[in-house]
Nanobody, 120 residues
Framework: QVQLVESGGGLVQAGGSLRLSCAAS????????MGWFRQAPGKERQFVAG????????DYADSVKGRFTISRDNAKNTVSLQMNSLKPEDTAVYYC?????????????WGQGTQVTVSS
């Protein structure tokens, strides 16, 4: 099992960049697929990006391809989301997640969320 702690959210101007980080507990971090999701007020949670156990495979939502990059460092038990060319529609609470079943869209553990606000 995994405990996740997120950081890096904040307020940024449209066109700017932000880097989110998530630190995981425990010695089995490399056994999990990791993902990022986001949820805006009144909207359903949506998938943003996912990464396989040893970074060999990455998956992105169409809305963020070419702008966001997911990465992980298994030695440090961290996963990050580099967000460039931010748009107001990227405004949401962002969550990191860990999953044990090798599926980019299904996860078992979730972070507390961090707010990202992009001003126009």
């Amino acid at each position: 099992q995994v405990q996740l702690v997120e950081s890096g959210g904040g307020l940024v101007q449209a066109g700017g960049s932000l880097r989110l980080s998530c630190a995981a507990s425990g010695p089995t971090f490399s056994s999990y697929y990791m993902g990022w999701f986001r949820q805006a007020p009144g909207k359903e949670r949506q998938f943003v990006a996912g990464i396989s156990r040893y970074s060999g495979i990455k998956d992105y939502a169409d809305s963020v391809k070419g702008r966001f990059t997911i990465s992980r460092d298994n030695a440090k038990n961290t996963v990050s989301l580099q967000m460039n060319s931010l748009k107001p529609e990227d405004t949401a609470v962002y969550y990191c997640a860990a999953g044990s079943r090798g599926d980019f869209r299904r996860y078992d553990y979730w972070g507390q969320g961090t707010q990202v606000t992009v001003s126009s």
